[in-house]
């Protein structure tokens, strides 16, 4: 019989320490608990000091943090889901020393402090490696481990434009005789893009190592500067400049050169498509599919060069046959043509699309009762194994939910020297200091811009999956 699917999790038996926050590098260690690594998060019971997608970050269930906030919050669980949690305390030399203890039963670390921090604390690289010589250690920061801005604090927001991709991102504006130009603002990516690229990063070089110690029993230092990462991503538009003294233009939805390229609005609220036409073969069949033939034959978009010119007309045009069709019709009829095409899905499409669906791509998560969080889909991985095992093992762990089995069962520390670090607050299940964040209500997040909108009967969503 071949072996349970447990049994053939690509990193079973891997232990990795996780002593990162927030984002990229949590994001990173429950990718490897899905890949069937046991992955301790190191937690505090200290309120100031907590994760802050723990405390502040949400969202909440119902926009409401309940009894169990420090729980609850959507962003921490996605982050942190399949994980351990251990509360310490590093600031007291005790704590630093269970680290270095725990280290010395781990494979990986994950951190992402600036270097002076761990290097206070005693738990940089250097020091580690003495309790583990085999050690893979990821230091994720900002700008590196060496050169002038290594001190230099960071987030993802703040890290895009020293990547220079705030240089490419905007979009066009109404200019001169009607026609469309550069518009003068730069634009972030969205959604801290930064820290995805710092997460799969890591996870490559990661891999790569521990392939590297499978061979030669070494470990070694991965320093990763987010930086860098952002900058690997436009590597046109650096040659397009060392080559040809060139800057490339913000130019939102256009391409350079393709035409029709952009995205255009259909039937409903908000609802658009995204259209991309590779050459005179897919403008023919475009024309063919909104009902113009005769347009292949019109002087103004005889070659890709005189369409981009008059991309303005074509929009106009294009977006007339699109506006009378959901989004999802326009693209069954391009795609059915060959042509490239996607409907651009808001969250709730996303939720209930049903490609998303058949590939199950979104995996249940059964929450334990006292967190008071209903079972959803969170978000899986773009990719299967077929000879092995890759799933969301559970949700994020309750605060200290394993302190009892990390200090009793894998250090050995007695019951006596347990019950005095719950004392001092160094190990607990519950907050100290401070509380439940505030939350604001739907309609004031609407008017101040920090949503577009909310479905108000997204009860009845949940009731009828």
């Known amino acids: 019989m ?38 301790i998060k190191i937690d505090t019971c200290q309120t100031q000091f907590m994760d802050t997608t723990r405390t502040i970050t949400g969202p909440f269930p119902d926009n409401e943090p309940g009894e169990r906030w420090w729980e609850q919050g959507g962003t921490f669980q996605n982050l942190n889901r ?11 030399e005790e704590s630093q020393q269970i680290i270095k203890d725990l280290v010395s039963i781990c494979d990986v670390v994950l951190e992402n402090f600036t270097p002076r921090v761990m290097a206070r604390f005693g738990l940089d690289y250097a020091s580690l490696k003495a309790y583990k ?33 705030g240089a490419f991102m905007g979009y066009m504006e109404p200019g001169p005789e009607g ?30 190592s521990l392939l590297r110690r499978s061979r030669t029993g070494q470990g070694q230092w991965i320093d990763l500067a987010m930086y860098q990462t952002g900058t690997s991503v436009i590597g046109t538009g650096l040659l397009d400049f060392a080559f040809n003294d060139r800057r490339t233009q913000r130019i939102g939805n256009r391409h350079p050169f393709l035409s029709p ?34 347009l292949t034959s019109d002087a103004r978009f005889a070659d890709p060069i005189a369409r981009r010119q008059h991309q303005e007309t074509l929009d106009e045009i294009i977006s007339a046959w699109t506006s009378g069709q959901t989004s999802y019709q326009v693209t069954e009829t391009l795609q059915t043509a060959g042509l490239p095409a996607g409907a651009v899905l808001t969250a709730k499409q996303a939720l209930t699309d049903p490609q998303y669906i058949e590939r199950r791509f979104f995996e249940t998560v059964h929450n334990p009762p006292e967190v008071e969080l209903r079972d959803k889909g969170y978000v899986g991985r773009g990719w299967k194994f077929s000879k092995s095992e890759a799933r969301i093992k559970g949700p994020a762990p309750q605060l200290g939910e394993a302190n009892e089995y990390v200090l009793g069962e ?28 505030g939350s604001v209500p739907l309609d004031e997040q609407v008017e101040i811009g920090s949503i577009v909108a909310y479905d108000a009967d997204y009860l009845n969503l949940l009731q009828s999956e």
């Open 179 to 208: 026609r469309l130009v550069e518009g003068d603002v730069p634009n972030k990516m969205g959604n801290s893009y930064s820290d995805f690229l710092a997460s799969w990063t890591a996870l490559g070089a990661l891999m790569a």
């Open 2 to 39: 071949p072996p349970a699917l447990s049994e053939q999790a690509p990193l079973k038996n891997i232990r990795v320490l996780d002593l990162s926050r927030v984002f990229a590098m949590p994001f990173a260690g429950a990718n490897l608990a899905d890949l069937g690594a046991e992955v």
């Open 261 to 294: 390229h952009g995205v255009y609005r259909c039937q409903g609220h908000d609802q658009w498509v995204a259209i991309a036409a590779r050459d005179d073969a897919d403008w023919v069949a475009i024309c063919r599919a909104i009902g113009q033939p005769e």
């Open 82 to 92: 399949g994980k351990r949690s251990l509360t310490l305390d590093l600031r007291n």
């Open 133 to 165: 010589p085999d050690l893979i250690m990821v230091s994720n920061t900002g700008y590196g481990h060496s050169g002038p801005w290594s001190n230099f604090g960071a987030m993802a927001s703040a890290l895009e434009p020293t990547h220079g991709t």
């Open 410 to 437: 894998l250090l050995g520390v007695d019951q006596t020297r347990m019950k005095a670090f719950a004392e001092d607050w160094t190990i607990g299940n519950l907050p100290e200091g401070g509380g439940a964040p």
